[in-house]
């Protein structure tokens, strides 16, 4: 099988994306055994239409009109199984989902540039606690810090991130 550089891309943005995808599926589908076979799917008729993909705009909005097509399908074939949510129920889902989603990232951005704003102990403390799997108790050990001052110290950037992060949306307009 020869891969193009269009399957490539494909497969970079499927695989970035695909753990948001699942989620949002999940968001649609109470039977979570069925997540599987719609993203399953989703793949399939993604891959098949990707030439048509628009790289100006996200690949998660594209994907997402996918895979709600085919939570759709999965439901008209699955209407014998028992109780479902109505389609009107899993559209509205589906478009709170998004939003949701939209509001997310852009609190993630926010939250981003905050953290830039940081001075650099403050920051590194921040890297070293929570992408990290550290405890707050062995790294307190291991900065030579006591824990109480941690803590402290760990909620003092906390509440710095977050009004950054309110300021930056309220500026944007965005709640």
């Not at 810090?145 to 710095?160: F, G, Q, T, W």
Request: charge should be positive; proline fraction near 2%; aromatic fraction near 10%.
């Amino acid at each position: 099988m020869r891969i193009t550089k269009q399957n490539e891309e494909f497969v970079r943005l499927y695989a970035r994306d695909e753990g948001r995808l699942r989620r949002y599926v999940c968001a649609l589908v109470p039977v979570m055994a069925d997540v599987d076979d719609i993203l399953q799917e989703t793949a399939i008729a993604l891959m098949r239409k990707f030439d048509q993909y628009d790289s100006t705009q996200p690949f998660f909005n594209w994907a997402c009109r996918f895979a709600l097509f085919e939570v759709l399908q999965h439901r008209k074939r699955a209407k014998t199984r028992g109780r479902h949510f109505s389609d009107e129920v899993v559209e509205a889902i589906a478009a709170e989902y998004q939003e949701h989603q939209q509001l997310s990232e852009q609190r993630r951005t926010a939250l981003d540039a905050c953290l830039r704003k940081l001075g650099d102990q403050d920051r590194r403390l921040v890297e070293l606690r929570y992408f990290s799997e550290e405890t707050v108790e062995s790294l307190a050990q291991r900065i030579e810090e006591p824990v109480a001052k941690l803590y402290r110290s760990l909620a003092r950037i906390r509440y710095l991130l977050a009004t950054c992060v309110h300021k930056s949306l309220a500026a944007e307009g965005t709640r």
